[in-house]
Every structure is written in C-alpha cells, then in structure tokens.
C-alpha cells in the first residue's frame, strides 16, 4: 500500500512538471515577435492587436555618458481574428497599422540603470523597476520600448539581466533575441 502511494504521488509530480511545458506550446504568445522585415519589434500585445517599436525611427537626443535621452516611434497593428481562428496564432498573418506613430521619449541612467518616460503632460515620470506595474500603467509597454530604444541607438542592452519587481528580470531573453543583442 506504501509503495502505491509513492508510486501515485511520483506520478503526479511528474505530470504537474510537464503540464505547463505542453501548454506552452499551445497557449505560447500568438503574435509575431517582429515585422516588416524585422523592422517592427513586439513590445506589447492583447486583444488581437499589438504594439511595436519601429527600430529605424529612433533618434538620439542625448549622449553624455551614463546619461541618455532616446526618442522613438511606437506603432499600433490590428490582427486578422479569421487568421488566428483558422491558425490559432497571429504569426503570418495578414495586419493593419491602425494609427499614427506616437512618439516616446525616454531617459537613462546607464551606472544606476534608472530610467524615465516623458508622460503627456510633458513631466518626466520615473519607472520605477522594483514595483509592479498594469498593462494600464505602461506594462509591457514602456520598459520594452525603451529597451528597444536603447539597443536600436547603441547596439547595447540597457537592463541586461538587471531584475526588477518579484525578482524578475525586467526584459526577458526572448526580447533581446528578437533583438538580435
């Protein structure tokens, strides 16, 4: 009966382990991590839209070392629903830019790695990595912008494996693989 119960509860284990790997296949992030040729990265997407960087728009407008200021287009894209219920992903899909870039500027502190967004009210607001953030408050949205800012101006991570809130890594891998850094 002993050995049962061991032979149960090793089973369980090993199932509960490998759940989540087969679910990330199928539940895996549905939209393209880059387009036009790379140019687009995702930094943010939900709903059947998304948000991408173009990394050919950024412009420099401050380099005095460790401090930065970096300026760069953000770009909404509609996806095809028909596509994703046909394919369950967005990936190949046929999209639509939906609205005029916005601009986001952006502030660095390279030694302290610190950083501030220029808010619409024309104040610069500082991110603070150590606490949690919505997707209404700029989550994905704004530390993966001004990453993509930074490595489009220097071909250089700014976070690397700095982490944040949680003691999660502010960007993840995959981003700077999209990246190419």
Same mark, same amino acid.
């Given at each position: 009966m002993m050995k049962m119960k061991k032979v149960f509860w090793l089973a369980f284990a090993v199932i509960c382990l490998l759940l989540p790997n087969a679910? %990330? *296949?199928?539940? *895996?992030?549905?939209y393209p991590g880059t387009l036009d040729n790379g140019?687009?990265?995702l930094v943010s997407g939900r709903m059947g839209g998304g948000q991408y960087v173009d990394m050919s728009s950024r412009v420099v407008e401050l380099y005095n070392p460790p401090?930065?200021?970096i300026a760069i287009n953000v770009i909404g894209v509609q996806f095809s629903e028909d596509y994703y219920r046909a394919h369950g992903t967005y990936v190949g899909g046929p999209y639509k830019v939906y609205n005029e870039p916005r601009v986001m500027k952006f502030r660095y502190n390279y030694d302290t790695k610190k950083l501030w967004l220029?808010?619409?009210? *024309? *104040?610069?607001?500082?991110?603070?990595?150590?606490? %949690?953030?919505?997707t209404a408050e700029g989550f994905p949205?704004?530390?993966?912008? %001004?990453? %993509?800012a930074f490595v489009a101006a220097y071909n250089m991570r700014f976070f690397g494996n700095t982490t944040g809130y949680g003691g999660n890594r502010v960007i993840a891998e995959d981003f700077y693989r999209a990246l190419g850094v």
């Open positions: 679910s %990330a *296949g199928a539940w *895996g992030n549905p140019n687009y990265v401090y930065y200021q220029l808010d619409s009210a *024309g *104040g610069w607001k500082y991110w603070n990595i150590y606490q %949690a953030h919505s949205l704004v530390p993966y912008s %001004a990453e %993509a």
